[in-house]
């Protein structure tokens, strides 16, 4: 019979017995139902068997009866454990009161997560949270319905469309969802549209407002485009002008380029440092010696050793050295020409701001060729947004 759980429950001794009625106290033991299992005979006069706690009390009389002896050689299951713990009662009362302390911290909120947020800062949902309870060091029983904490949350934030309070473990996690709004749009006085230089019209699309021109026609500086005032002459009412008017407008640009240009080269020689890297201080440890070119360019190459989110005062450098020199290039002039038109070209494209597109060089006004350099003097059409915006005045 092996020992049973229910066994370790009620508790069980290990007894030896040493007699010359042996087999005789045995089939007694049998016979009076007593709970005895794993007898073993160690010679002709001891054995050794399991007994439970309730039996072991029983069998004096027997012993005595047959002049049996009877010697405990073990005790085994929970009763004893207690007897055990009783007699070191100040490890009885830390283990109580680690489990208290476990039970204590279990109850206290640890950490506050929030999710979802975009425009709203963490902040101010932190703090809106812990005006009403939610906060590290919180105990968990005082806090409300999480569905009840989520409603109060989402009228104490404006600007949220749904708002979750989710309490796992000592985590708190709150989830926003922000509701989207369009951006306000800024009050404008009446105006209308106006043509910013002397320009070609090439499009007009008129959103609000009346159109005075069409497409095709030259405009100057300071002329109406989109009018502000709509209506007839009994009944006209003054708006806010908007719309898109694109126009061609003529730049002149002068650019001046040299008939030799220099320009770096490299040889494909290459040299390497190494460098041991401790907070703003770097040790070399190889690439000792004298470079072997005069000119060069340096590559860094820095790691910064990680342990998980945080970065550590110390590192690896790598250098890397490429020997470069300088070379003189002689352009032809029509080179040099074509060189100098497309840097004029992208001057002139920037100069004129977003959406402008270049459209063709008209006429080269100048052209010459003078101390190894070429001047020029160019007409642009850029084709770009030409409308600005003019109050209306009563």
Known sequence: MKTTLFNRVRGYVCVELRGPRMEKVLNTLIDSRFAIWDIRYTDQETAELYIVIRDFFR???????????????????????????????MFLVGIVCFFLAIYTLSMLVWQVEVEGNEKLSRAEIVQAAKEHGIYRFQWKFRLEDPDMLSHRLQ??????????????????RIKVVESSRPDPRELMSPRHLVASKNALV?????EKGKPLVKPNTNVSKGDILISGIIGDESNQQTVVAQGTVRGIVWTEASVEIPLVLTRKVYTGETKTRSYLVI?????????????????????????????????????????????????????EPEEAKAIALERARTEVVSAAGEGAVYKSEKIILHEKSDNGKVYMKVLFEIEQPIAVEQPIVP
């Open 202 to 206: 090439t499009q007009i699309l008129a």
């Open 59 to 89: 069998l004096r009389p027997i012993l005595k009866e047959s002049g049996m002896k009877l010697h405990v050689k073990g005790r085994y299951g929970f009763p004893f454990v207690l007897d055990k713990l009783g007699r070191r009662k």
């Open 279 to 331: 907070g703003s201080r770097a040790l070399q440890v190889s690439g000792y010696g004298d470079l072997p070119f005069g000119q060069f360019e340096s590559i860094p190459d820095r790691r910064t050793v990680q342990w998980r989110n945080w970065k550590l005062p110390f590192g690896w450098l790598k250098e890397t050295l490429l020997e470069s020199n300088v070379e003189e290039v002689q352009l």
């Open 155 to 172: 009228n104490r934030l404006p600007g949220t469309a749904w708002v979750g309070v989710e309490v796992q473990g000592t985590q708190i």
